[in-house]
């Protein structure tokens, strides 16, 4: 029963913001590195910002600079914040999460279903 469940996506105009969220539903052990890639039809999917169980991030070269991620351990949650977005921006966002789920065993990776940010004038 364990899942992502993700929020914020939407169409927006180039230069505007959203805001993407993501929790972990169910029970877990411990939460380990959790954030967002992002997918374009036909090309690969790419690092958005990755927030790590120590507070350490790591943030893909497209959207460098123009966007945060927050965490929030205790929720198992973690939100996007993505400024000045651009047409090139369109695509699905994917949330990830490495989580422990039993006491023995390696963490398993949790995908989001993806939600459609589309930015157009």
């Known amino acids: 029963q364990v899942q992502v469940v993700e929020s914020g996506g939407g169409l927006v105009q180039p230069g505007e913001s959203l805001r993407l969220s993501c929790s972990v539903s169910?029970?877990?052990?411990?939460?380990?590195?959790m954030g967002w890639y992002r997918q374009v039809p036909g090309k690969p999917r790419e690092l958005v910002a990755m927030?790590?169980?120590?507070?350490?991030?790591n943030f893909g070269l497209s959207m460098r600079g123009r966007v945060t991620i927050s965490r929030d351990s205790a929720k198992k949650t973690v939100h996007l914040q993505m400024n000045t977005l651009k047409p090139e921006d369109t695509a699905v966002y994917f949330c990830?999460?490495?989580?422990?789920?039993?006491?023995?065993?390696?963490?398993?990776?949790?995908w989001g279903q993806g939600t459609q940010v589309t930015v157009s004038s």
């Open positions: 927030s790590s169980n120590g507070g350490s991030t």
């Open positions: 990830y999460a490495s989580v422990q789920i039993h006491a023995v065993g390696n963490p398993n990776d949790l």
């Open positions: 169910g029970n877990i052990l411990y939460l380990n590195g």
